[in-house]
């Protein structure tokens, strides 16, 4: 079964940068096989969609309050998907999720096969 573990978040000030790590484990499963997307959840806020990946990287998508500041890329040969963030803002302090889905096309929000645990993202002064 795939196995998801997220990395990279920390406290960082308004408008500074982080790059997020989704790192896939478990035996004989690669993530080439998997379109990947990132969720984050705010204190108190629902989970929404932040961007998601296509298998091969061909196709990408970004949520509105993210497009032009997060840029969404994957290394298969290296089993990770990456989220770097810049500009950041407080309203984009959250628990950061990556999740996969097994499919040959596109990019999917639902339906997903695995979860990471999630990694704290906190965008303040």
């Known amino acids: 079964q795939l196995q998801l573990v997220e990395s990279g978040g920390g406290l960082v000030q308004p408008g500074g940068s982080l790059r997020l790590s989704c790192a896939a484990s478990?035996?004989?499963?690669?993530?080439?096989?998997?379109?990947v997307a990132w969720f984050r959840q705010a204190p108190g806020k629902e989970r929404e969609g932040v961007s998601c990946?296509?298998?091969?990287?061909?196709?990408?998508n970004y949520a509105d309050s993210v497009k032009g500041r997060f840029t969404i890329s994957r290394d298969n040969a290296q089993n990770t998907v990456y989220l770097q963030m810049n500009s950041l803002k407080p309203e984009d302090t959250a628990v950061y999720y990556c999740?996969?889905?097994?499919?040959?096309?596109?990019?999917?929000?639902?339906?997903?096969?695995?979860w990471g645990q999630g990694t704290l993202v906190t965008v303040s002064s």
């Open positions: 999740a996969a889905k097994r499919a040959l096309y596109g990019c999917h929000w639902d339906n997903l096969d695995a």
């Open positions: 478990g035996f004989t499963l690669e993530l080439k096989y998997y379109a």
């Open positions: 990946i296509s298998r091969i990287g061909g196709t990408s």
